[in-house]
């Protein structure tokens, strides 16, 4: 039983040319393959462009927000609940950090809860409860002077505190910077 | 001259031109033949011209010339495997049809369905006919499985054959998921949106695989496209590729694993024998196939036209609103289930491929050689309680589940849900009497008396809501939410335009935790030709 494996290993022929070749040959058609999926990989990948989802939103001036404390605005072309809470303006991705549906805010409970599984969180994005993995997910907000462009505050994905700024000063959401939520604990 | 015109030679001669072009057409098999197989005789000729229509015949050359008799038993195969086949070839045929209307675009799909229901003739029937075929196929090919693995014909030669019938699973519940989203309704696009975003917990290329999968962040006119094509064009491609192996496998090699009790049992060696005796394809396999096959046929169409089987179809889809209660499709249940349990890339990804692999390598794995039940304890424990498994972890992924919406929102969209069918809207129009219903401890029995034969129908939905209502605020040991405290609440019917009544559900109580008074209320509209008959 045991000398079989060395009487193979005596009678194994050392590579020849042919062989050599037709391996080289068969790694190349290997390599082929991989360029061949690269390729469809890239053909079929879907490219973004600028100003549709994905680009940078203007949603108003600071006077036109919600005042602090008041229930979440929606913003459906973007995707954003724009949430003044009192630390300041939070813009959160509207889809549920679970599987994807998109919650809506519960004006009774004074929270968002997501209508296929039930998670819920806080205006400010925060996890509560519910079988979702992580807090909600938040665009870089920033206020711009409109007249200059000039950026007065921001980006940042936490919430923008908009004591001192011009009550004109625009509000602009990046949708292509997303900063994932904290994993529930 | 006269001679060569006798008429019996002329007979003869035209009779052997018939037979040879009949032998040509049929692949082997003469006049006399034929007529031998519909009187039900032994082959006329040697050698047997029956098999030589397996030789040359392209279309019978992938059937077998034969089962072993033992193996055809109606208690040993139930006929899942050829049921499966049988509605996957039912899918290519009414799918085929179904593409004649249908237009894979979100601004035209949902009115080509809606034309298809109300404007082709049969248009109904096809697309009830796909549906439950679709679902016939998952449950087949599911039960066809467990038959499979119960019966232990997996081990030895067949080894191979399992692992491209895994394959075969998930070729069918991928045909199935593609399909579903084409209607484009809610059901559909939100039933989607959570199968993919369970590709999305896969980690590092999970983002990709959604994009890939969708076409674009969110699920749009690219991905809608892409799955149509997935559903008409890649999978079926796949499933007659892998279904050609699969079967060739079973028709031309090791054919339908005899009984276990025929291989190993204790029996004589004249009814092993008897067991291993011929059963021919032509003619008693394709007479019982064609049997089968009108069989099957006459199931669905009675499913559709008496069992009153319908393929569901919500309202048209929008992106901007999650309808309550929504949910994968049934056969991805134990999947939601698994995914309220942990968290998501374990469940929702590493655990579902574990078991896939462990799946594929049952038969590598189980090395006992026995096949029959008794003498496999172990694996068979184990298919029970993973069947048991899967019913448990399905009823987990149920939205009633673990979820934890508020008692007012859960009694009205129990009464009138937001999609899909509900009791108010099975209520008959004539029945939804205007006037204002109060919930209260002893509801009246009839609540309109007003009519000749009272409102039984609207009456029984009334009380369903009264009595969820009472529950809710008086019963003893209820979580918090799902408490309604000093609860009122009244259902009011209203005359709103011709032939249109509203229903306006509103519930008034005090919530647990501030003492504030808080309501909830919902308006449905009905239309004499939208509700029950």
Not at chain 2, 34 to 39: E, G, I, K, P
Not at chain 2, 171 to 187: A, E, H, K, N
Not at chain 2, 387 to 399: D, K
Not at chain 2, 483 to 512: F, G, H, S
Request: net charge negative.
């Amino acid at each position: 039983m045991t000398d079989k494996p060395d009487q193979l290993a005596e009678k194994r022929l050392p590579i020849n040319r042919r062989e050599f070749l037709n391996l080289a040959w068969l790694a190349s058609l290997g390599f082929l393959t991989l360029d061949i999926a690269g390729v469809g990989y890239l053909f079929a990948m879907p490219i973004f462009k600028e100003g549709e989802f994905g680009g940078v939103v203007n949603v108003g001036t600071v006077s036109d927000l919600p005042p602090a404390g008041s229930p979440p605005a929606n913003y459906p072309k973007v995707k954003v609940w724009l949430s003044n809470t009192d630390q300041g303006a939070v813009a959160l991705y509207k889809v549920c950090t679970h599987l994807g549906c998109l919650y809506n805010w519960n004006n009774q409970e004074g929270k968002f809860i997501c209508p296929c599984h039930g998670s819920q969180f806080t205006a400010e994005g925060e996890y509560i409860q519910g079988p979702a993995p992580r807090s909600l997910d938040k665009f870089a907000i920033s206020a711009v002077n409109p007249q200059t462009g000039e950026v007065l505050a921001g980006p940042t994905p936490g919430p923008l505190p908009l004591d001192g700024l011009p009550s004109d000063a625009l509000i602009q959401i990046d949708t292509g910077d997303k900063t994932q939520g904290a994993p529930k604990s | 001259m006269l001679k060569s015109l006798n008429f019996q030679d002329l007979r003869k001669k035209a009779g052997s031109a018939i037979d040879h072009r009949v032998r040509i057409i049929t692949a082997g098999m003469g006049l006399d033949e034929l007529r031998a197989v519909v009187r039900g005789d032994p082959p006329t000729e040697k050698p047997n011209p029956r098999y030589k229509v397996h030789t040359t015949s392209f279309l019978f050359h992938i059937r077998p010339r034969y089962y072993e008799k033992g193996s055809t038993i109606l208690s040993h195969t139930f006929r899942l495997g050829f049921f499966t086949a049988f509605f996957f070839f039912l899918e290519l045929f009414t799918g085929l049809i179904l593409m004649v209307y249908y237009t894979p675009s979100p601004g035209a799909a949902y009115q080509s369905i809606l034309e298809l229901e109300s404007n082709v003739f049969f248009g109904q029937l096809m697309r009830d006919m796909h549906r439950l075929g679709a679902e016939a196929m998952v449950i087949f090919t599911a039960l066809h499985m467990l038959r499979t693995y119960l019966t232990g014909s997996y081990k030895k030669d067949r080894s191979f054959t399992w692992l491209t019938g895994v394959i075969l699973l998930g070729i069918t519940l991928g045909l199935s998921f593609s399909g579903y989203l084409l209607p484009w309704d809610q059901l559909a696009y939100w039933a989607v949106t959570i199968g993919t975003s369970m590709a999305e917990a896969a980690p590092i290329f999970g983002e990709q695989v959604n994009l890939l999968l969708r076409g674009a962040p969110d699920i749009g006119a690219g991905g809608l496209l892409r799955f149509y094509l997935g559903h008409v064009v890649l999978f079926p491609l796949l499933a007659v590729l892998v279904i050609s192996i699969h079967y060739y496998k079973v028709s031309r090699e090791h054919g339908i694993s005899l009984p276990a009790k025929y291989e190993e049992g204790n029996v004589s060696a004249e009814v092993k024998k008897n067991a291993k005796s011929r059963l021919d394809f032509i003619p008693d396999l394709l007479s019982h196939e064609v049997f089968l096959t009108t069989l099957g046929l006459l199931a669905v169409v009675a499913g559709i036209v008496a069992l009153g089987y319908s393929a569901p179809l919500e309202s048209h889809a929008n992106p901007q609103q999650t309808p309550l209660d929504t949910k994968a499709p049934w056969y991805f249940w134990w999947l939601q289930g698994m995914l309220k349990l942990g968290d998501k890339s374990v469940m929702g990804i590493i655990l579902p491929t574990i078991l896939v692999l462990v799946l594929l390598a049952v038969p590598y794995i189980d090395r006992n050689p026995h096949r029959s039940l008794f003498k496999r304890p172990w694996a068979v424990s184990i298919g029970i309680l993973s069947v048991i498994l899967l019913i448990v972890l399905s009823y987990m992924g149920l939205p009633t589940y673990g979820i934890e919406m508020p008692a007012a929102t859960r009694i009205i969209q129990d009464v009138a849900p937001e999609e899909g069918p509900g009791p108010l809207y099975e209520v008959p129009f004539d029945q939804l009497q205007p006037g204002v219903y109060a919930v209260s401890e002893n509801p009246p029995d009839e609540l309109c008396p007003q009519i000749d034969f009272g409102c039984p129908v609207f009456t029984e939905v009334f009380h369903g809501y009264n009595d969820d209502v009472i529950h809710a605020s008086t019963a003893e040991g209820l979580e918090p939410y799902q408490q309604l405290p000093n609860a009122e609440a009244v259902m009011v019917v209203e005359d709103w335009q011709n032939d249109l009544r509203k229903v306006t559900m509103r519930i008034t109580w005090d919530d647990v935790e501030s003492g504030e008074s808080t309501t909830y209320e919902k308006h449905v509209f009905i239309h004499r030709n939208s509700g029950g008959e």
